[in-house]
């Protein structure tokens, strides 16, 4: 029997030296309907004015009382945005896309497994108005239809505090 769709995300803090700071392991996170209609209007062929499959991640702050009362699970059927109004938004020229063999190399020719690495450097978030060190407790994977932001995946995870000074690299595998 084939695997439903499901995705898995690993988050790993880098010094300035490049030595690991912090290391979640790789974690299951949740696929939302609204990757089913996004996968649905590309297989269709849905005209569309936008460039199509995923366009960007988001990264947001959450609700700070997430760090002593964890919430419900969100309900796939109906998460379309992250909680976060104003997320830091990672392009999609700026991430990396690649296919992945079973055996998790990677592969020229399309495959059932994409990996997408979005990579925070030093001195990233930036902008007006945020705060040092970032907290992170969302995320979540978004394409456009029709102008439309579509999410794909969605994760709340324990705070991480994204200073300055480290790195973040996080991977985010889609098994189709």
Not at 97 to 119: D, F, G, H, M, Q
Request: hydrophobic letters at 35%; charged letters at 20%.
């Amino acid at each position: 029997m084939s695997e439903l769709i499901k995705g898995i995300y690993r988050d790993r803090l880098l010094g300035a030296d490049g030595a690991g700071v912090f290391d979640s392991g790789w974690r299951s996170n949740m696929i939302v309907m609204r990757c089913r209609v996004l996968i649905a209007g590309l297989l269709r062929g849905e005209e569309t004015e936008t460039p199509l499959g995923i366009q960007s991640l988001k990264l947001g702050r959450g609700v700070p009382s997430w760090d002593t009362s964890p919430p419900a699970s969100p309900d796939p059927e109906t998460m379309t945005q992250l909680v976060d109004n104003t997320p830091y938004v990672i392009p999609r020229s700026s991430l990396v896309l690649r296919y992945l063999t079973k055996s998790n190399e990677v592969s020229n020719a399309p495959t059932n497994r994409l990996e997408v690495i979005a990579t925070l450097g030093p001195g990233e978030p930036s902008g007006p108005n945020v705060p040092s060190p970032y907290p992170l407790r969302e995320f979540g994977l978004f394409g456009k239809l029709n102008n439309t932001d579509y999410m794909i995946d969605y994760i709340r995870h324990p705070l991480i505090e994204k200073d300055s000074a480290v790195t973040l690299e996080r991977r985010v595998q889609l098994i189709f």
